[in-house]
Nanobody, 124 residues
Framework: QVQLVESGGGLVQAGGSLRLSCAASGRTFSTYAMGWFRQAPRKEREFVAA????????YYADSVKGRFTISRDNAKNTVYLQMNSLKPEDTAVYYC?????????????????WGQGTQVTVST
């Protein structure tokens, strides 16, 4: 069992930055792929970014490419999402997810464990 706890969300003006963190329990964090997803009001949850267990594969949604950076620190059992140049359309609840042996990191159905989410609100 893996437990994930997100933090770092909040209210920021357009053009600003936030860094989300996701702390994972368990001694096998380094073997799990990690992903960030988001769900805006009245919309489906969507893929944002993902990183394989070794950080050898990293993917971003087109909407965040060049603005967001995903990284992981296996020694701290933590994955990060650095979000720069934020836009109002980035407003959503951001979820961290993890899973083993994921071939398609962009598919949310492939992830086994999910955090409770952290709210990000970008004002104009």
């Amino acid at each position: 069992q893996v437990q994930l706890v997100e933090s770092g969300g909040g209210l920021v003006q357009a053009g600003g930055s936030l860094r989300l963190s996701c702390a994972a329990s368990g001694r096998t964090f380094s073997t799990y792929a990690m992903g960030w997803f988001r769900q805006a009001p009245r919309k489906e949850r969507e893929f944002v970014a993902a990183i394989s267990w070794s950080a050898g594969r990293i993917y971003y949604a087109d909407s965040v490419k060049g603005r967001f950076t995903i990284s992981r620190d296996n020694a701290k059992n933590t994955v990060y999402l650095q979000m720069n140049s934020l836009k109002p359309e980035d407003t959503a609840v951001y979820y961290c997810a993890s899973g083993h042996h994921i071939m398609v990191l962009t598919m949310q159905e492939a992830y086994e464990y999910w955090g409770q989410g952290t709210q990000v609100t970008v004002s104009t």
